[in-house]
Nanobody
Framework: QVQLVESGGGLVQSGASLSLSCVAS????????MGWFRQAPGKEREFVAA????????DYANSVKGRFTISRDNTKNTVYLQMNSLKPEDTAVYYC???????????WGQGTQVTVSS
């Protein structure tokens, strides 16, 4: 069973930057598509960004495009989410997820809280 552990969340002011990290257990990290999702209070979980396995291609939600950047270091079993120009509407619990075959996500972290004050 793969375990994902997020870190880096916190409370910041609007316009600030924050970097999230997610460390995965196991030896197959480089073969997973890795994604970030978020869930704001009273809302459903939504896709934020993903980096595809093998190709390294990236996808972003329109709401974060140009502000957030996903990256990964396969030597450290870690995926990152650099968040710039944060807005109050970015406030949510951010989850890291891994997909074995690039379709549905099989593994989820427990989440890290990001709060952006206005």
């Amino acid at each position: 069973q793969v375990q994902l552990v997020e870190s880096g969340g916190g409370l910041v002011q609007s316009g600030a930057s924050l970097s999230l990290s997610c460390v995965a257990s196991g030896r197959a990290f480089s073969t997973y598509t890795m994604g970030w999702f978020r869930q704001a209070p009273g809302k459903e979980r939504e896709f934020v960004a993903a980096m595809r396995r093998f190709s390294g291609g990236t996808d972003y939600a329109n709401s974060v495009k140009g502000r957030f950047t996903i990256s990964r270091d396969n030597t450290k079993n870690t995926v990152y989410l650099q968040m710039n120009s944060l807005k109050p509407e970015d406030t949510a619990v951010y989850y890291c997820a891994g997909s074995r075959f690039g379709t549905t996500y099989d593994y989820w972290g427990q989440g890290t809280q990001v709060t952006v004050s206005s």
